[in-house]
T-cell receptor, first 117, second 112 residues
């Protein structure tokens, strides 16, 4: 299938600092990417929809000033967790819609483990 | 928001047996229903999907059925193997877009 790459796979940051996670579509262009959060032994919860060239759309309850999303190109979306706190520790996963030869299918990245200490 | 219900939450089968996971959804606009396999510490891996204009799809040992009238869809794994052990999530698109609502997951254990 199509490949969605996330970086870093694991990051530890101090409370109060910011951390950036990148999501790249490696073999297709994605006008729309999605960011999810997953706590241990729970399901994936949509945080926001990242739109290339425009503002992200956030889900209810997700603070847009805390979770900054930038989708500057057709292959890259970034999620920046600002002023991170221990409760932000989670598994963050992005997805992208692959069209054309990939048949309009949604693929996920490998996820990024964030630990705030 | 719209919900996706998934059952069972855990499933244990003997190697070689079949496993069935069922999901229901409530958003009438949903038109794409993927299934993902997630291993510990990894991102979800797409294993099969089905669109609203199709009732059944099969890929080797894996099949998915969709009943759009009843708003439910199921994953069938035949001839299970220990390496099939993982958490499986069903999902449905929201508002005919491509954001997904996920079920709560099914932890499948295949014992030799």
């Amino acid at each position: 299938g199509a490949v969605v790459s996330q970086h870093p796979s694991r990051v530890i940051c101090k409370s109060g600092t910011s951390v950036k996670i990148e999501c790249r579509s490696l073999d297709f262009q994605a006008t729309t990417m999605f960011w999810y959060r997953q706590f241990p032994k729970q399901s994936l919860m949509l945080m926001a929809t990242s739109n290339e060239g425009s503002k992200a759309t956030y889900e209810q309850g997700v603070e847009k000033d805390k979770f900054l999303i930038n989708h500057a190109s057709l292959t890259l979306s970034t999620l920046t967790v600002t002023s991170a706190h221990p409760e932000d520790s989670s598994f963050y996963i992005c997805s992208a819609r692959a069209t054309g030869v990939w048949g309009n299918t949604i693929y996920f990245g490998e996820g990024s483990w964030l630990t705030v200490v | 928001g719209e919900n996706v219900e998934q059952h069972p939450s855990t499933l244990s089968v003997q190697e070689g047996d079949s496993a069935v996971i069922k999901c229901t959804y409530s958003d009438s606009a949903s038109n794409y229903f993927p299934w993902y396999k997630q291993e510990l510490g990894k991102g979800p891996q797409l294993i099969i999907d089905i669109r609203s204009n199709v009732g059944e799809k099969k890929d080797q040992r894996i099949a998915v059925t969709l009943n759009k009238t009843a708003k439910h869809f199921s994953l069938h794994i035949t001839e299970t193997q220990p390496e099939d052990s993982a958490v499986y999530f069903c999902a449905a698109t929201r508002n005919s877009g491509y954001a997904l609502n996920f079920g709560k997951g099914t932890s499948l254990l295949v014992t030799p």
